[in-house]
């Protein structure tokens, strides 16, 4: 399975930005955002499930962004509202080839990762 995200770009505080990443070959398992700002590790945004009845989201994104998938498409896509400075990162997508119950960690599949700077 490879991965490409896609969508990200500079905007400003307050802009919406909405991430894609089409997965090449089939993938029946969950998907994830993850970022990674300058100085920082890797942290997790939000994952959703193959059926796309489960989500999960970091708590400093809930209420701001939206995952969704389109299974039809291999592609997920992440949906980022009322962004701030502090969501200035890296943003990589993931996939994995097995169930886990856990959607924040375990991915075994990334993408390359797209930036993404909000200027204040």
């Known amino acids: 399975v490879q991965l490409q995200a896609s969508g990200g770009g500079v905007v400003q505080t307050g802009d919406s930005l909405r991430l894609s990443c089409a997965a090449s070959?089939?993938?029946?398992?969950?998907m994830g955002w993850f970022r990674q700002a300058p100085g920082k590790e890797r942290e997790f945004v939000a994952a959703?499930?193959?059926?796309?009845?489960?989500?999960d989201y970091a708590d400093p994104v809930k209420g701001r962004f939206t995952i969704t998938r389109d299974n039809a498409k291999n592609t997920a896509y992440l949906q980022m509202n009322s962004l701030r400075p502090e969501d200035t990162a890296v943003y990589y997508c993931?996939?994995?080839?097995?169930?886990?119950?856990?959607?924040?960690?375990?991915?075994?599949?990334w993408g390359q990762g797209t930036q993404v700077t909000v200027s204040s």
């Open positions: 959703i499930s193959w059926s796309g009845q489960t989500t």
């Open positions: 993931a996939t994995r080839n097995y169930y886990s119950g856990n959607l924040r960690d375990a991915y075994n599949y």
């Open positions: 070959g089939r993938t029946g398992y969950a």
